[in-house]
């Protein structure tokens, strides 16, 4: 995606991903949230969502990959963006599980020049959703990524 080839508009769909036993594990792991809601099965079984929810922010993480492999086209060399830049009003809209399959869809909404830039034509700012099997929006935010 060249930021001169980008309009308004434009949109994009993932692959799909289905959250493991694993990432929970491993995300608990690495960020140190081991918050009952992710890692306490019996506990959570008597809850109102009756089984351990994924992290917030596993879920974001993994949208963000699914937007790297989506947008590099299954290589390093072929992604325009120069880096991340930011991300707006994120927001949580419904638990995920253990064994939801998710993806992720996108639109433009906005497209700012940067000519001072030594790397980038600009930013580019996406509407995001992340949304499971059954077609429920679990995540929320706008993304931005600076592209050449």
């Known amino acids: 995606m060249r930021f001169a080839d980008t309009e308004v508009g434009d949109g994009r769909r993932t692959a799909g991903r289905t959250i493991t036993e694993a990432d929970l594990v491993n995300f608990a792991g690495v960020s140190g ?34 937007l790297w492999q989506e947008r590099a086209g299954g290589g390093e060399s072929s992604s325009d963006v120069v880096a991340f830049y930011g991300v ?12 939801d399959t998710i ?17 980038a034509a600009g930013v580019v700012r996406e509407e ?4 499971n099997q059954d077609g429920t929006v679990v995540l929320s935010c706008e993304l931005l990524a600076l592209v050449r």
Do not use: K, Q, W
């Open 33 to 66: 949230d081991f918050n009952h809601l992710h890692t306490d099965a019996e506990r959570m079984e008597r809850s109102e969502y009756g089984e351990r929810i994924a992290h917030g922010a596993l879920v974001f993480s993994i949208a963000t990959g699914l």
């Open 88 to 99: 707006d009003r994120l927001r949580f809209r419904a638990p995920t599980f253990v064994g």
């Open 103 to 119: 993806h992720v869809e996108t639109a433009v909404v906005e497209l700012e020049e940067r000519p001072d830039h030594p790397d």
């Open 128 to 131: 995001a959703e992340v949304v």
